[in-house]
């Protein structure tokens, strides 16, 4: 009887993880269409105001990629116990090919 119910529970989180794709594809495709409806120069309108040309900033002086929105983050969410911290090491100022590496703490 155990296995039964490990098997149905198995069969259910796979199905459920399904289910939630297709639902996410069909919101898109919906998306898509609503879009579709929107007349062509306001849509590009709406695309240049929302600057995807321009470089999403991370950090005070810290640019990173261009084509998203960026999403400002409370500073109190770092006092969450359940906050992971970034792993990427960041380092601010003018990047350049022939800078050489920032020196790290755990080098020897």
Same mark, same amino acid.
């Given at each position: 009887l155990n296995i039964?119910?490990?098997q149905l529970a198995l069969a259910y989180?796979?199905?459920r993880k399904d289910t939630e794709g297709y639902?996410?594809?069909? #919101?898109?495709?919906?998306c898509i269409e609503i879009e579709s409806f929107i007349p062509q120069k306001w #849509?590009?309108?709406?695309f240049e105001k929302l600057e995807f040309d321009a470089p999403l900033e991370f950090d005070q002086g810290d640019e990173g990629p261009a084509g998203g929105i960026q999403e400002l983050v409370p500073a109190s969410q770092r006092n969450h116990p359940r906050y992971v911290p970034d792993r990427i090491l #960041?380092?601010?100022?003018v990047a350049s090919g022939?800078?050489?590496w920032?020196?790290?703490d755990a080098d020897p």
């Open positions: 039964l119910i490990a989180e796979t199905l639902a996410n594809m069909n #919101r898109g495709f919906n #849509r590009i309108s709406l #960041r380092y601010t100022g022939l800078d050489p920032p020196k790290d």
